[in-house]
């Protein structure tokens, strides 16, 4: 559910969880969903399908936006532009921008892009998941992009955990010395609250993020 308080603004929950107090309703559950499914869809992979370009660095005026979505699925013909900024702003994992009266993914993308994200407060260390099977591979070859554009980096292990869960169901947390990586110049973009991207990572900047676990002794070690 997706309120605003006249107070202290968006939020999704039933009540403001700032004051308690009633709120101004914007959209259910199932319309958050599928209006962000949506928003995320145009932003990063298709904008063409709803007859909308972006500029260079990925911005999407928000008008434009609305009326694409107004006329491809009737049923939003009640969809402004403040319903996509609530989107936006109470996303927990910062995977938009709102700059002046346009819109844009900060990560994730499939079409090519020129993210101008910043480069500072980069921690000395970020994560990536991948298989068991994988491990060997990419400590010796290093990270490229896939399906994306970018290597996507999380902030700590637990962010990559989860991220790697959708591919794996225990996902092996590779370490990235930034520190190392950008004196050898690497740049390394911020993008959402979480995620840091980079066109690629050498392996001589990766190392397991966490020891292998002791194997459990046998029968004779007792």
Known sequence: MLKECAQHGFFRAEACPVCGQPARFLMN????????RVLTGILRHFPDRYGLEMDPHGWIPLPAIVRAISQKHPAYHWLRPVHLVAIVETDAKGR???RDDRVRATYGHTVEVDLDLPTDQIPDRLFFPV??????????????PSDRKR???SRTADDARAAGSMRSKEPVILAVDTRKARDGGLVILRAGKTVFLVDRVPAEYLSPAEAPAA???SDGDA
């Open 131 to 144: 298989t068991p099977e994988e491990v060997p591979i990419v400590l010796e070859v290093g990270l490229k």
């Open 215 to 217: 194997p459990a002794p």
């Open 29 to 36: 559950d199932r319309e958050l969903d599928h209006l962000g």
């Open 96 to 98: 938009y921008e709102i």
């Open 151 to 153: 290597v996507h980096l």
